[in-house]
């Protein structure tokens, strides 16, 4: 008993040192916590890959080959272990032949999909900008309509990973957010997503799954990390000094867009069975004595163009692959008017927002435009034609997400 009052006397005579402790060894217990329960989560999932990998094959049927692409320079240069710790042991647990790529440098994604042979599956590993440049790269190929039929992994290891709320269950806990997005590639449920293709004039054009977005709100994005120092009041104070340098924040641009037509039905390709050998023989005779007439010409009705002046705070141009619950198969251009009233540093927003449905459309900037952000990418700002290419890609997704994907499709009509 003289010894538990003698330690209760000197933690008393020493609370400083005390506090100090017991704060410092709250804060190790809660992240060693956090570290058992990562383990345990990437346990389960290599258990479940496991049972994949145990799945009987017949002798004729090969390995499926999985060719993985991943930056290592993601998330400030985490990538490459979050992969191996979380990512990499399921795939091979699961039976996979996996070929791994790493990048170098920004732009080497896309002239590896130039040069890369055919495979079972595509995964990437990385964030908006690695996934932007592998799929332009693929739709850049001459063979892109047979190579585009590859389904698509995404494993989400970058800052940004716009899509991944769109095939995968949103989680806070990253490990077990990788691990979702890895096991869900193994039970192979895809969804297809609309792809938009934005060209200029002279440049290759650029594909996207996003959008492009282009405007005072997102020249402001861009300045957050300068005031770091400020915590939680970073982006307040961004927007506060982005309104004192310029009052009122107006961009003006031209749209030139084309209204949606009727989206055609989904269904699975079928091969017409060929007919047999008589027959293709009889066919070709009657056509040798009997030349086919041909047919009227067919008149095509021009394109009906509309044009429209913005003046505007912010523009995108989106699909709604970012919402699988809202999912449409047409995208949106959005003018929005933004009016901002500050008091305190407390920023009180008034949204007035105008919508067009559109298949086709023509941005025109003038001089001086500034950049805009293409799947949260950095462009300089140029007049582009963006079109839609609904259903270009298979995604692997979650059951869930498919799912509501799936039931949106049914009561979507335009395109």
Request: hydrophobic residues 40%; charged residues 20%; contains cysteine.
């Amino acid at each position: 008993m003289a010894r538990v009052v003698k330690v209760f006397v000197t933690l008393r005579n020493h609370w400083k040192k005390s506090t100090v402790a017991a704060c410092a060894l709250s804060y190790g217990g809660h992240w060693l916590y956090g570290k058992h329960c990562d383990n345990l989560l990437r346990r389960d999932a290599c258990l479940a890959a496991r049972e994949f990998g145990r799945q009987q094959i017949s002798p004729q049927e090969q390995l499926k080959k999985a060719t993985v692409i991943l930056n290592p320079a993601a998330c400030r240069g985490k990538a490459n272990n979050l992969f191996e710790k979380n990512a990499a042991p399921i795939l091979h647990l699961a039976g996979m032949e996996v070929t791994l790529v790493k990048t170098d440098y920004e732009g080497q994604a896309k002239k590896l999909m130039e040069l890369m042979e055919q495979t079972d599956m595509l995964i990437v590993a990385g964030g908006d900008g690695t996934l932007q440049e592998v799929i332009t790269g693929l739709l850049r190929r001459a063979d892109h309509e047979s190579f585009s039929k590859t389904p698509i992994g995404f494993i989400p290891l970058g800052s940004h990973n716009s899509l991944s709320e769109s095939l995968h269950i949103l989680s806070d806990n990253q490990v077990k957010h990788i691990t979702s997005a890895t096991l869900s590639i193994l039970q192979g449920e895809t969804v297809p997503l609309d792809v938009l293709q934005i060209k200029g004039e002279k440049e290759q054009p650029v594909f996207a799954l996003i959008g492009l977005r282009w405007g005072a709100f997102r020249d402001v994005a861009s300045t957050i990390k300068k005031y770091w120092y400020l915590g939680p009041l970073k982006i307040k104070a961004a927007h506060w000094f982005s309104t004192l340098r310029e009052w009122p924040q107006v961009h003006e641009a031209s749209v030139s867009y084309i209204a949606p037509t009727l989206r055609p039905p989904d269904l699975p390709e079928q091969k017409p069975q060929r007919p047999n050998l008589m027959y293709r023989i009889a066919r070709r005779l009657k056509n040798y004595w009997y030349p086919p007439i041909p047919g009227n010409t067919i008149f095509v009705l021009p394109e009906r163009w509309d044009e429209r002046t913005l003046s505007t705070l912010e523009l995108s141009i989106q699909t709604q692959n970012k919402n699988p619950v809202q999912t449409v198969s047409t995208f949106y251009l959005f003018f929005n008017i933004y009016i901002y009233i500050y008091f305190y540093l407390v920023a009180t927003t008034t949204k007035v927002t105008g919508c067009l449905n559109c298949l086709l459309s023509c941005l025109s900037f003038s001089e001086g435009a500034g950049f805009y952000n293409i799947d949260n990418e950095e462009y300089e700002a140029m007049s582009v034609e963006v079109r839609l290419l609904p259903r270009k890609l298979h995604f692997f997704c979650s059951a869930e997400r498919r799912e509501q994907l799936l039931t949106q499709y049914c009561v979507m009509s335009p395109a």
